[in-house]
C-alpha cells in the first residue's frame, strides 16, 4: 500500500526531470541506454528510475548513478583549530602543496570527495591560521569544485524558470504575479501570447491543472513549446491546449476568415497534404473557441512591440475579465496604457515593477547577497468593462442670465 501511494513520486522512465547542482538545472528527459551531460559531465539516468524524486546520487564510474548514502562524516567539516584574523595570510598561490596531477590521481584511485577535501585541507599551510568564518567558506568552495552529486527533482514552474533563467529576462517573482494578476485558474479560457520559448504557456497549464482551455496565439509559422515539453505533462494536458496565429486576428475580428478545408496541393506528397489538412483543423477548433469572444483572460510576454497585440486581443475577452502584459521596458508599457486611456473600456490600469533581495541568513552573517538581479520587468494589468457605443442625444446648455446693470438716478 506505501508504494502504492508514493507511486506518482518516484522516477519512471520516460519521465521529465531537473537535474540540480548547486544553483545550476538542467531539464532532461529519462531516455535508457542514453547519456546526458551535465556540467561537464556525462552520465547516465537509467539507475535513477523508481527512486524518488527529490533523491542525491553519487557520480561514479562510466558516468552511472548511485543513490548517496546519508552519512554524517565531520571529518572535513569539523574544525579543531582557528586563528582570530586573516591580515597575515597572503594569497600567492604556495600555501598548497597538492598540484593538480596530484588530485586527478586521488580521483583515478577512487577516493570519495570527502577524503580529497580533507588531503587539501591536510596539506593546506595557511588553513589553520584562517578565521571560523574563511576555513567554512573555503570548505564551502572545495565541495562546490569536488562534489560529484546531483539530485533528480520533478519540474515545477519555479524550478523550470531557474533552468531558463535567460527567457526575456523574466523572473520567477514576476511571473509568479502574471499568473495572480491574469487570474488564471483551472476551467477557465485564457489566451496566451509569448516568446518566452513556452515558460509561461507552461507555467499557465500547470495552474489550471488540465481544466478549462488555453488558446496559444503564436508568430511565425508555427508555435515555440520547448518549455512545455521540459514540465512533463499528462496526454489529457494537451487536450486544452489550442493554437492560432496571430497574423489571422484581424480577419478574425472582420469576419473574413475562412477556415474551410480547400486542397491547392495537388500534386503534393500525401504527408504535406495531411500536415496541412491538421494545420487547418487546429485553425477552424481555435477560430470556433475565439468567435464568442468571451475569453476569461489574456497573458502577453513577448519580445515584440505589445501595443498592437494587445489592442487586438483585447477585444475577444468578455467585461470584467484581468489581462496581463510583460515587458523588459517601461516606455512600451506606457504607450499600452496610453492607447487604453484613450479608447475606453478598461478599469484598474496599474503599470508596476518588480523588485526582489535575497538575503544570506547564517549564524552572526546576515546580510543581501552581492549578485542579485538587478530588474524583473514591468508589468501592465487592467480589467475589461462592458463599454455602451451608443451616443446620448445632445443636450443644449441652459441660456445664461445675463446682468442687469442698475441705471443710476
Same mark, same amino acid.
Not at 598548497?96 to 586521488?106: A, V
Not at 477556415?259 to 487547418?280: H, I, M, Y
Given at each position: 500500500l506505501?508504494?502504492?501511494d508514493d507511486?506518482?513520486?518516484?522516477i519512471?522512465?520516460?519521465?521529465?526531470?531537473?537535474?540540480?547542482?548547486?544553483d545550476v @538545472?538542467?531539464?532532461?528527459q529519462i531516455?535508457? /541506454? $542514453? *547519456?546526458?551531460?551535465? =556540467?561537464?559531465?556525462?552520465?547516465l &539516468?537509467d539507475n535513477v528510475?523508481?527512486?524518488?524524486?527529490?533523491?542525491?546520487?553519487?557520480?561514479?564510474?562510466g558516468?552511472?548513478l548511485?543513490?548517496?548514502e546519508?552519512?554524517e562524516t565531520?571529518s572535513?567539516t569539523d574544525v579543531?583549530?582557528?586563528?582570530?584574523d586573516n591580515r597575515?595570510?597572503?594569497d600567492?598561490?604556495k600555501?598548497q602543496?597538492?598540484?593538480r596531477d596530484?588530485?586527478e590521481?586521488?580521483?583515478?584511485?577512487g577516493?570519495?570527495?570527502?577524503?580529497?577535501?580533507q588531503?587539501l585541507i591536510d596539506n593546506?599551510?595557511t588553513f589553520?591560521?584562517?578565521?571560523? @568564518?574563511?576555513?567554512?567558506k573555503?570548505?564551502k /568552495? $572545495? *565541495?562546490?569544485?569536488? =562534489?560529484n552529486?546531483?539530485t533528480? &527533482?520533478k519540474?515545477?514552474?519555479r524550478i523550470?524558470?531557474?533552468?531558463?533563467?535567460?527567457c526575456?529576462?523574466?523572473?520567477?517573482?514576476?511571473?509568479?504575479?502574471?499568473?495572480?494578476?491574469?487570474?488564471?485558474h483551472a476551467g477557465s479560457?485564457?489566451?496566451?501570447f509569448e516568446?518566452?520559448?513556452g515558460?509561461v504557456l507552461g507555467?499557465?497549464?500547470?495552474?489550471?491543472?488540465?481544466y478549462g482551455?488555453?488558446?496559444q496565439m503564436y508568430?511565425?509559422?508555427g508555435?515555440?513549446?520547448?518549455?512545455?515539453e521540459?514540465?512533463?505533462?499528462p496526454?489529457?494536458?494537451?487536450d486544452m491546449?489550442?493554437?492560432?496565429?496571430?497574423c489571422h486576428?484581424?480577419?478574425l475580428?472582420?469576419?473574413?476568415?475562412?477556415?474551410?478545408?480547400?486542397d491547392?496541393?495537388?500534386?503534393?506528397?500525401?504527408?504535406r497534404k495531411?500536415?496541412?489538412e491538421?494545420?487547418?483543423r487546429?485553425?477552424?477548433?481555435a477560430?470556433?473557441?475565439?468567435e464568442g469572444?468571451?475569453?476569461?483572460?489574456l497573458?502577453?510576454?513577448?519580445?515584440?512591440h505589445p501595443c498592437s497585440v494587445l489592442?487586438?486581443l483585447?477585444?475577444f475577452?468578455s467585461?470584467s475579465?484581468?489581462?496581463?502584459v510583460?515587458?523588459q521596458?517601461?516606455?512600451?508599457?506606457?504607450e499600452?496604457y496610453t492607447?487604453l486611456?484613450?479608447?475606453g473600456?478598461t478599469v484598474?490600469l496599474?503599470?508596476?515593477?518588480t523588485?526582489?533581495?535575497?538575503?544570506?541568513?547564517?549564524p552572526?552573517?546576515?546580510?543581501?547577497?552581492l549578485?542579485?538581479?538587478g530588474?524583473g520587468?514591468?508589468?501592465?494589468?487592467?480589467t475589461?468593462?462592458?463599454t455602451?457605443?451608443?451616443?446620448?442625444a445632445a443636450?443644449?446648455?441652459?441660456?445664461?442670465r445675463?446682468?442687469?446693470?442698475d441705471?443710476?438716478g
Amino acid at each position: 500500500l506505501a508504494e502504492y501511494d508514493d507511486y506518482e513520486y518516484r522516477i519512471k522512465e520516460g519521465d521529465h526531470i531537473v537535474l540540480k547542482r548547486g544553483d545550476v @538545472y538542467k531539464a532532461v528527459q529519462i531516455q535508457r /541506454k $542514453k *547519456k546526458v551531460i551535465f =556540467e561537464k559531465q556525462w552520465i547516465l &539516468l537509467d539507475n535513477v528510475v523508481g527512486h524518488l524524486y527529490g533523491t542525491t546520487f553519487e557520480i561514479a564510474s562510466g558516468g552511472t548513478l548511485q543513490p548517496k548514502e546519508d552519512k554524517e562524516t565531520g571529518s572535513s567539516t569539523d574544525v579543531k583549530v582557528a586563528g582570530t584574523d586573516n591580515r597575515n595570510i597572503v594569497d600567492d598561490g604556495k600555501s598548497q602543496k597538492l598540484t593538480r596531477d596530484d588530485i586527478e590521481t586521488m580521483k583515478e584511485q577512487g577516493l570519495k570527495n570527502e577524503e580529497i577535501i580533507q588531503q587539501l585541507i591536510d596539506n593546506s599551510s595557511t588553513f589553520n591560521n584562517k578565521t571560523g @568564518y574563511a576555513q567554512d567558506k573555503y570548505i564551502k /568552495k $572545495k *565541495k562546490k569544485k569536488y =562534489e560529484n552529486t546531483v539530485t533528480v &527533482l520533478k519540474p515545477t514552474c519555479r524550478i523550470i524558470i531557474f533552468e531558463r533563467i535567460k527567457c526575456r529576462h523574466l523572473r520567477y517573482d514576476t511571473l509568479a504575479q502574471m499568473l495572480t494578476l491574469g487570474n488564471i485558474h483551472a476551467g477557465s479560457k485564457v489566451l496566451v501570447f509569448e516568446t518566452c520559448a513556452g515558460l509561461v504557456l507552461g507555467a499557465i497549464m500547470e495552474r489550471m491543472g488540465g481544466y478549462g482551455s488555453v488558446i496559444q496565439m503564436y508568430p511565425g509559422g508555427g508555435p515555440v513549446r520547448a518549455g512545455v515539453e521540459c514540465f512533463g505533462f499528462p496526454a489529457h494536458f494537451h487536450d486544452m491546449l489550442h493554437e492560432f496565429p496571430i497574423c489571422h486576428v484581424n480577419a478574425l475580428l472582420a469576419s473574413t476568415l475562412d477556415t474551410s478545408a480547400k486542397d491547392p496541393t495537388a500534386g503534393w506528397a500525401q504527408e504535406r497534404k495531411v500536415k496541412l489538412e491538421e494545420k487547418r483543423r487546429k485553425l477552424a477548433a481555435a477560430a470556433a473557441l475565439l468567435e464568442g469572444r468571451n475569453a476569461d483572460g489574456l497573458v502577453i510576454a513577448s519580445q515584440f512591440h505589445p501595443c498592437s497585440v494587445l489592442l487586438g486581443l483585447i477585444k475577444f475577452l468578455s467585461p470584467s475579465r484581468p489581462f496581463v502584459v510583460f515587458s523588459q521596458f517601461k516606455e512600451t508599457l506606457i504607450e499600452c496604457y496610453t492607447k487604453l486611456k484613450e479608447q475606453g473600456g478598461t478599469v484598474n490600469l496599474m503599470l508596476t515593477d518588480t523588485w526582489l533581495r535575497h538575503y544570506q541568513v547564517l549564524p552572526d552573517r546576515t546580510h543581501p547577497l552581492l549578485l542579485m538581479s538587478g530588474g524583473g520587468g514591468y508589468l501592465l494589468s487592467g480589467t475589461t468593462v462592458a463599454t455602451d457605443h451608443s451616443e446620448p442625444a445632445a443636450e443644449e446648455p441652459a441660456p445664461k442670465r445675463q446682468k442687469v446693470k442698475d441705471s443710476e438716478g
